[in-house]
């Protein structure tokens, strides 16, 4: 393998405190048009953050919001049909300064896609460009965020394929999209990300199309890239095995908004939402045996599961769109309104209707600095 020089190899200098949130995403709502009906609402009141050093996993069923989310942070939402409702997403730089990111400009914003902020799409077979090379598509993101010289790009680029397990990576370079495999093309999308060195990464079901071995392979050098260059992860799954292994704080979402917040740990030993005491249930275990799997419907369906809550006597009920919504519901008129996102204990957090218990909740975005690794110190 060709190493890259020294200059561009080393992890670049983290300025940025790692005890505050590189990115927070406050009260967003995103929309798309619909045609002669009403506008679609993707993402409504979306609250959470990510951490230097953190994964934040993403988790809940296709259409919850998750992609929409983070596409919005690199402002990838073809406008129109869709449409930024309301709220901000704040971004840390280096030198601490935040930036909203939903009102940068498309110069401003080319400046942070691919640079400050990569993403692993989830669809590698649509994502490369047939007509050029893989090399050339790497080295073109390279040199456009980095001052390399051409040769020097190819060098980090060749470093960034064997880094994520391609095979002769210099002579892979010279191939072209519909030379690879679907699992090969997804591992050029994440050595694309991860050449610049990005102090956020957000991977959008980025194990999708690979084997459980090079998943394995992927997910420990994103663990191992995260520690070294203290670079946070937003990551996007359905595969909560996953989660539990890799993330520090789980973000669970349903019909556009948060149902559950909280540190890995928490979450999966003494889940809150019945949705996602759903989602657990209907997760085969090793060494016991069904007849049926339990479903996330017969959880939800329960009204037994929403009264578990903790203030469930005074009023406190979880939020769920097909339930019907408390009588007692608090008269404010600003969007979303009739939702919030309750803190119940340290940190951990709940989507509950806005009753009167819950009228004047405003609570902020989730700051929960949890890191896995801090604990195994």
Same mark, same amino acid.
């Given at each position: ?51 230097p ?5 993403v ?13 919005s ?33 498309? /110069?401003?914003?080319?400046?942070i ?10 669809e590698?077979m ?9 090399g ?35 002579g ?19 050595a694309m ?117 903790p203030?469930?006597? /005074? ?36 989507g ?17 600095e ?8």
């Amino acid at each position: 393998m060709t190493q890259a020089p020294a200059q561009t190899s080393e992890p670049k200098a983290s300025k940025v405190n790692i005890h505050e949130p590189i990115m927070e995403v406050n009260n967003l709502a995103v929309s798309f048009d619909n045609g002669s009906g009403p506008r679609i609402q993707a993402v409504d009141g979306v609250q959470m953050s990510v951490y230097p050093r953190q994964t934040l996993a993403v988790v809940g069923e296709s259409g919850c919001g998750k992609s929409v989310t983070s596409m919005s942070s690199m402002q990838l939402i073809p406008r129109p049909p869709g449409r930024f409702d309301r709220g901000r997403i704040d971004y840390r730089l280096e030198n601490g300064k935040l930036v909203n990111l939903l009102e940068l400009s498309e /110069k401003e914003m080319r400046s942070i896609r691919g640079n400050e902020i990569a993403m692993i799409f989830q669809e590698p077979m649509t994502s490369l460009n047939p007509v050029y090379t893989v090399g050339d598509q790497i080295i073109e993101a390279i040199t456009l965020h980095q001052p390399v010289s051409t040769k020097q790009a190819w060098d980090i680029a060749v470093e960034a394929m064997d880094a994520v397990g391609i095979p002769d990576p210099n002579g892979r370079m010279k191939a072209y999209p519909h030379q690879f495999s679907g699992g090969m093309r997804q591992r050029v999308m994440i050595a694309m990300a991860l050449a610049c060195q990005p102090r956020l990464l957000l991977a959008d079901e980025p194990t999708t199309a690979l084997d459980v071995t090079i998943q394995a392979q992927i997910l420990e050098l994103i663990q191992e890239l995260k520690q070294t260059r203290d670079m946070a992860v937003i990551l996007i799954t359905h595969d909560l095995g996953v989660v539990a292994e890799n993330s520090d704080v789980v973000c669970v979402m349903y019909a556009g908004r948060v149902v559950e917040y909280a540190n890995v740990y928490d979450l999966f030993d003494n889940p809150r939402h019945p949705y996602t005491r759903g989602l657990l249930a209907s997760i085969p275990k090793i060494g016991s045996r069904h007849d049926r799997l339990v479903t996330i419907d017969e959880v939800v369906k329960n009204p037994e599961e929403f009264k578990k809550l903790p203030g469930a006597d /005074k009023g406190i009920t979880p939020w769920w769109p097909w339930n019907d919504a408390p009588k007692d519901l608090a008269a404010r008129n600003e969007p979303a309104g009739d939702y919030c996102l309750h803190k119940i204990a340290d940190d951990h957090w709940v989507g509950c209707w806005r009753t009167e218990a819950l009228k004047d909740d405003n609570s902020p975005p989730p700051e929960l600095e949890f890191r896995c690794a801090d604990q195994k110190q």
